[in-house]
């Protein structure tokens, strides 16, 4: 009999919405524990083994503290494969719309005051492979039933996880919606990777890039086409920064230089 494949899910900071996201799976739940030998998953199960190694590790969550670089890394050591999962494993989502900007320091004192911190000492919330070596990513804020199925399923074949290098503006094609920013709103589906099945634009609200971007975003040709229909500068790039996270940080002083 082929030997089940051993999985370990993990969490850092976040909503812990991801992990909810495999239990979300509800008809094929069983089916999933059945094929997959699941070494860890505190949101799922009491009998824990921490120290066991793992053929894959899914890890949601962002990095915030000293202590979690290194349960990450210990998590990296005993894993085959490292595969982060959603939005904050990937590229640091809400936590990080800040990222980059130099006043961190300054809004963590606004709401910790001067309160000494003695578990871990805190930082800029960090994508995971701002720390180490991952293998493959699952998007999405949180991902769906469907794509954790289809996740999963390649894991237990022993492949990585795929995913949809297209704009969310496509998927609003495929559901026939018409287009937002044509209606004067502030829409990221042009940057935005797809998969979700556009569920936003289709109930005409804009998309605000929840899932990450694709890797061929163009910032740029979207702020200047926003722009052109009245929108403030400022106001764009706060709209980039909300799930932005590492993958914007680096282009906002591109984008302020647009005109």
């Known amino acids: 009999m082929k030997k089940k494949p051993s999985l370990g899910v993990y969490g850092f900071t976040g909503c812990a919405g991801c992990q909810l996201a495999i239990i979300d799976c509800e008809d094929q739940l069983l089916d999933i524990f059945s094929a997959l030998d699941v070494k860890v998953f505190y949101e799922a199960q009491s009998n824990n083994d921490d120290s066991a190694e793992v053929d894959v590790a899914l890890v949601e969550g962002s990095i915030n503290t000293d202590h979690q670089i290194e349960q990450l890394k210990a998590i990296r050591e005993k894993a085959g494969l490292l595969i982060v999962y959603g939005s904050c494993a990937h590229h640091g989502c809400v936590q990080a719309m800040s990222l980059g ?10 709401v910790y005051g001067d309160t ?65 920013l044509y209606q004067g709103k502030m829409c990221l589906g ?14 005409n609200t804009p998309c605000i890039g929840c899932w990450g971007l694709i890797e061929e975003a163009n910032h740029t040709s979207e702020l200047k086409l926003l722009k052109e229909k009245g929108f403030k500068t ?20 591109e984008l302020l230089e647009v005109k």
């Not at 900007?101 to 606004?110: C, F, I, L, S």
């Not at 940057?191 to 634009?201: D, H, I, R, Y």
Request: charged share 20%; proline share 9%.
């Open 190 to 203: 042009p940057l935005t990777m797809g998969g979700c099945t556009a569920p936003c634009p289709t109930h």
């Open 234 to 253: 400022q106001d764009i790039i706060n709209r980039f920064r909300v799930f932005g996270g590492s993958d914007l940080s680096e282009k906002i002083a």
């Open 116 to 180: 000494k911190i003695t578990v871990a000492n805190p930082m800029e919330a960090q994508p995971l492979h701002k720390f180490v070596k991952v293998d493959g990513f699952i998007p999405g804020c949180p991902p769906s039933a469907e794509q954790m199925l289809k996740a999963l399923a390649q894991v237990i074949n022993g492949s990585l996880p795929t995913y949809t290098n297209s704009p969310v503006c496509l998927e609003c094609k495929f559901r026939e919606n018409q287009c937002l």
């Open 101 to 110: 900007d130099g006043k961190w320091a300054e809004r963590y004192k606004m």
